[in-house]
């Protein structure tokens, strides 16, 4: 009998797009039998959450060239607890860019690296071309394509922890 998996998605967003990939991640997910999608903003996440989980999608936007300082201070207060608990777990990420996305896909790559996380797929990154201020802040609406890209990971996520392909 397959034992019961629990993929969590820990995400921050400020301007909505983040949220809407997480959710579209999500979504793809919970169609998978035998695993429960988990979505955390995450200020709600904590290494609880972490330790209990089989494997991990991280959604950011890219703040100045950077993850989010809020996925940060998630990073920052579960890394130490996850440390040598975690190994060899599978993760994938999600970033919601202005420009290119690369610095934020590295940062989270070189944190899994060091909790020796099992990459399982290339990050996705959905750029908003968002370079003035007022573009910046204002609210986004990631594309239907987008968001498919999304919902095909999280399905992917949670079907190989379902066949146990990871």
């Known amino acids: 009998m397959a034992t019961h998996r629990t993929l969590l998605i820990v995400y921050h967003s400020m301007t909505g797009g983040t949220r809407q990939m997480a959710e579209a991640a999500h979504a793809g997910a919970a169609t998978e039998s035998g695993v429960t999608a988990r979505l955390l903003h995450a200020a709600e996440a904590g290494p609880a959450d972490v330790l209990a989980a089989h494997g991990y999608l991280f959604a950011t936007p890219e703040n100045l060239a950077a993850i ?4 940060k201070d998630f990073f920052d207060r579960c890394y130490y607890p996850a440390l040598d608990r975690i190994n060899g777990r599978p993760y994938a990420s999600l970033v919601c860019a202005g420009s290119d996305g690369q610095n934020a896909a590295r940062q989270i790559e070189r944190i899994a690296t060091g909790w020796r ?3 399982v797929a290339e990050t996705i990154i959905v750029c908003t071309h968002a370079q003035t201020p007022e573009a910046i802040l204002a609210p986004k609406q990631i594309g239907a394509d987008d968001l498919e890209r999304c919902e095909a990971m999280g399905a992917a996520m949670a079907a190989g922890l379902a066949l ?3």
Request: proline fraction near 10%; charge should be positive; hydrophobic fraction near 40%.
């Open 68 to 71: 989010s300082g809020q996925l």
């Open 117 to 119: 996380l099992k990459p």
């Open 164 to 166: 146990g392909v990871f």
